[in-house]
């Protein structure tokens, strides 16, 4: 949706406002600004939800102000019956509400916000400070201190990298004030209970309710179909409840290839379920080009993190160019569900379902941070129904026996990825999609654009370091030390964008658990194309 800067301390403005602006992909439409004797709020928009008054920062029934980066979709709810009418709105943008519920609640209220979010607020009136970000942490955020002690909070480390002694990353699920500190307020029930539910047969109305009301938009919108489980899904409910108002629904996918694995399932999808179907074909040489800038709007050196982005920014390109500003997207759901081909491997149910919590508490370092800055590079904005809260409580609360794959030969034909989930949705006389879909095994993004991207790209990096730049390695990185010649060239471009010492501590590494290849490709994983059967 946006681009934030909040400073508490003292900062000059016209140099607050200069590194707001390295943000500006993420908020074309409008800028804002407002300084007060406390600190700066900075705001790029990409106005998703009222675009006639949402500008922001949005100041509440006093001097009060917030920016906001995400979107509530209880906002309406929240107004009406929390707040009961008391606060008369400026706007009707979902952001409003949150200056509103700090007035009355004080810095206790994250955890009423249905949606994701990163936002801070400067309170002039009771001298009060606050920035919070959403339990996942969707919506990327990073602070930092300056060499007067003023702090500083942004939603991409670029605009910190200048002003700052240290860059750290905001914790999901967190807020901070200066009064007191960091503070998580997000503890989900699979956090603290012990998953034991073995009723998955509402998880289909779980979903669909979290599809639902990810659609509250005032702009044209589609969804990324990459043919795979979890986009085709998201796909064919959006597509379902657009077709309920007489709409079409617009369906977005991307290969090197007419015949890459992805497009001709997606294209199978996107005919099935009746979408206006776009299909992008990119070479090589284009994902190399575009793979060598993007480290910088990515800010991180992970090769997992970089292969599936490249084809995902080069999509964004199109579809930005197409009118488009929001689209709805799958991740998550191989985290939550345990989807991940090295799931496979997984020894006991118990190392099972702490894997899948480990993996969701990492999904912004990883899929949910390449989805927001890859796609918000090109000014558009992802929702991932996947990573409802509500549903999260169900999934991960479901009894591992019903999520854990089992491999082929330990018993008769084995357990597929992601069974229960395929199973919620396997309607014979309704299908959500064609049963061969519904039942694909899981293929990586960056493998089902077509296998020759990441070998070609591979084989690039190979070609652009010498075994002697290659020997220094560990001596020019000693953390996080590139182990091949892939990972030493993307380190070297994310070391000429970003020289602050404490960026590379900023990144995390996507690493499958499990898994004999020390390659974090899917396909490198031994049971690729060999576990499709379905158990009965």
């Known amino acids: 949706m946006c681009g934030i800067l909040a400073t508490f301390g003292k900062a000059d403005a016209a140099y607050v406002s200069q590194q707001s602006a390295l943000m500006a992909h993420r908020g074309p439409d409008e800028r804002g600004m407002v300084e007060t004797s406390l600190g700066i709020l900075c705001h790029e928009r990409l106005s998703i939800v009222d675009t006639a008054t949402g500008r922001q920062p949005i100041n509440g029934t006093r001097n009060c102000y917030v ?156 969804v990324l179909l990459s043919g795979g489980l979890d986009s085709s899904l998201i796909a064919a409910i959006t597509a379902r409840k657009l077709k309920e108002q007489g709409k079409q629904l617009h369906s977005f996918s991307i290969g ?55 084809p995902m920014f080069l999509l964004g390109k199109y579809i930005r160019d197409k009118g488009f500003k929001m689209v709805l997207s799958g991740e998550g759901a191989d985290e939550v569900f ?57 999934a991960i609360g479901l009894h591992p026996s019903l999520k854990m794959p089992i491999k082929p030969g330990v018993i008769e034909k084995g357990r597929i990825e992601k069974y229960v989930l395929r199973a919620a949705f396997d309607d014979a006389e309704n299908p959500y999609l064609p049963h061969h879909i519904l039942w694909r095994q899981k293929e990586q993004f960056s493998d089902g654009v077509g296998y020759n991207w990441i070998d070609g790209f591979k084989a690039y990096c190979e070609a652009q370091v010498s075994d002697e730049q290659f020997s220094k390695a560990a001596a020019m990185y000693p953390h996080h030390t590139p182990e091949t010649k892939e990972a030493f060239f993307i380190r070297e471009k994310f070391a000429s964008y970003f020289t602050h010492p404490q960026a590379e501590t900023t990144v995390s590494k996507w690493i499958p658990k499990w898994q004999k290849s020390s390659d974090p490709s899917g396909r490198a994983n031994e049971l690729h194309e060999a576990a499709t059967q379905v158990l009965s």
């Open 67 to 222: 920016v906001h980066n995400g979107e509530i979709f209880n906002h309406v709810q929240l107004h009406a019956e929390t707040l009961k009418g008391k606060y008369k709105c400026h706007t009707t943008s979902d952001s409003e509400v949150i200056i509103h519920m700090y007035e009355e609640f004080g810095i206790d209220f994250c955890n009423m916000l249905d949606g994701f979010y990163a936002f801070a607020i400067i309170d002039e009136d009771k001298k009060k400070f606050m920035v919070a970000r959403d339990p996942i942490g969707i919506k990327p955020l990073y602070y930092g201190t300056d060499k007067n002690g003023t702090m500083w909070f942004a939603s991409e480390m670029k605009s910190l990298c200048d002003a700052c002694v240290d860059i750290n990353v905001f914790p999901p699920g967190y807020y901070y004030t200066p009064e007191t500190g960091f503070v998580k307020f997000y503890i989900p029930k699979w956090e603290t209970t012990t998953a034991d539910d073995y009723d998955a047969s509402d998880l289909r109305d779980y979903l669909e309710r979290s599809v639902d009301k990810r659609l509250m938009c005032d702009v044209p919108f589609g």
């Open 256 to 310: 090197l290839t007419a015949d890459a694995p992805d497009l001709i399932a997606a294209r199978q999808v996107a005919e099935f379920i009746g979408t206006i179907h776009h299909e992008v074909h990119f070479t090589v040489e284009e994902g190399i080009a575009a793979a060598e800038k993007l480290v910088y709007n990515l800010e991180s050196y992970d090769i997992t993190t970089l292969r599936a982005s490249t």
């Open 338 to 394: 345990g989807g991940y081909l090295y799931f496979y491997n997984a020894p006991t149910l118990e190392e099972f379902q702490e894997e899948t919590k480990r993996r969701v508490r990492l999904l912004h370092t990883a899929d949910v941070l390449r989805a927001d800055k890859s796609m918000m590079a090109s000014s558009i904005e992802v929702r991932e129904p996947m990573l409802d809260k509500y549903l999260l409580d169900k």
